[in-house]
């Protein structure tokens, strides 16, 4: 997927997506699958590690949102990552099956920064 497109998918009004869009902006590396998988697989997942993440104290940005999104969208999505150049957050991109539309955004802030792989 095109920078610029996906810039502009991220253009949207909350904060998950304000701040990956931001990370992208200042050289934040990304990828994005090409197949689709059904959103309320991914929503039951994120469910699952959002109570976890919350258990250890983690309160991952706009998680909770983009798990109700999936939940309601009802149609698959494609997946996306995205790795802020300072390697201090990532970010979970959930796009339309053609990838014309953001889904849903959520941010996780990593503990441990370390060296790229």
């Not at 304000?18 to 959103?39: D, F, M, N, W």
């Amino acid at each position: 997927m095109d920078r610029d497109l996906l810039m502009q998918l991220l253009a949207g009004d909350d904060e998950a997506s304000a701040a990956a869009l931001a990370a992208l902006r200042g050289g934040a590396t990304y990828s994005v699958g090409e197949g689709a998988q059904p959103a309320e697989r991914h929503a039951g997942v994120f469910r699952r590690r959002l109570r976890r993440m919350r258990m250890h104290g983690v309160e991952p940005l706009g998680l909770e949102q983009a798990v109700q999104l999936l939940s309601e969208h009802g149609r698959p999505v494609r997946v996306g990552m995205l790795d802020s150049a300072d390697r201090t957050w990532w970010f979970l991109l959930f796009l339309t099956e053609d990838g014309s539309a953001l889904v849903a955004c959520a941010g996780i802030r990593r503990l441990v920064v370390g060296p790229p792989l």
